[in-house]
């Protein structure tokens, strides 16, 4: 069964450093997003993308994140100056439609040092 | 506004035992609910979902839910519990803003089935 795949599973760095977090969507989705699980709290809509732009993006996704397909199956999450707060499990997920079911990936876990 | 809540933070049951995970919504228009599972270390894994149709919805694992529009409520449900259930559990309702459906998750509950 096609599944969502998120790598690194775990990613530790230095606060101000770059991150980026890299999902493979499943293949004939045509929708994808971002989420975050702060330890111990719920999971937070970060972004949309279709079309290869954004179509939505939460208040949590300000200047420091940015996102892109830079090919026909990567979708990546860049963070460009991490902060503390940034600690988070990152999950991707993907849809073939913008009403289907969202899969998820099995997330990133980001440690900011 | 869409929201969500799972007013337990933790169910526990015995093994074998029914279980119920309690989940209510608010939403403007027709609701699309779902209900995800998530193993420790392990991304989110898509249990069920409510659209349209019966309001008993069965899903993965056994597990089932009822839409209640009166009650805007969508309860998971097991009959015979398993250890294995054992997770975090997160209910969520799809919201469209700006043109944009996303989901909007509860809190989670931790479901404890115990041998």
């Known amino acids: 069964e096609p599944e969502v795949t998120q790598t690194p599973s775990h990613q530790v760095t230095q606060m101000g450093q770059e991150v980026i977090l890299r999902c493979v969507p499943i293949s004939n989705h045509l929708y994808f997003y971002w989420y975050r699980q702060i330890l111990g709290q719920k999971v937070e809509f970060l972004v949309s993308f279709y079309n290869n732009e954004i179509s939505e993006k939460s208040e949590i996704f300000d200047d420091q994140f940015s996102v892109e397909r830079p090919d026909g199956s990567n979708f990546t999450l860049k963070i460009r100056s991490t902060k503390l707060e940034d600690s988070a499990m990152y999950f991707c997920?993907?849809?073939?439609?913008?009403?289907?079911?969202?899969?998820f990936g099995p997330g990133t876990r980001l440690l900011v040092l | 506004a869409q929201s969500v809540a799972q007013p337990e933070d933790q169910v526990n049951v015995a093994e074998g035992n029914p279980l119920t995970v309690k989940c209510t919504y608010s939403v403007s228009g027709n609701p699309y609910l779902f209900w995800y599972v998530q193993y420790p270390n392990r991304g989110l894994q898509f249990l069920l979902k409510?659209?349209?149709?019966?309001?008993l919805v069965k899903g993965s694992y056994g597990f089932e839910a009822e839409f209640n529009k009166s009650q805007t409520s969508f309860h998971l449900k097991k009959p015979s519990a398993l250890v294995s259930d054992s997770a975090l559990y997160f209910c969520?309702?799809?919201?469209?803003?700006?043109?944009?459906?996303?989901?909007?998750f509860g809190t989670g509950t931790r479901l404890k089935v115990l041998a």
């Open positions: 969520a309702v799809r919201g469209l803003t700006s043109g944009t459906y996303k989901y909007i």
């Open positions: 997920a993907s849809s073939v439609g913008h009403q289907e079911t969202q899969y």
């Open positions: 409510y659209i349209t149709g019966d309001n």
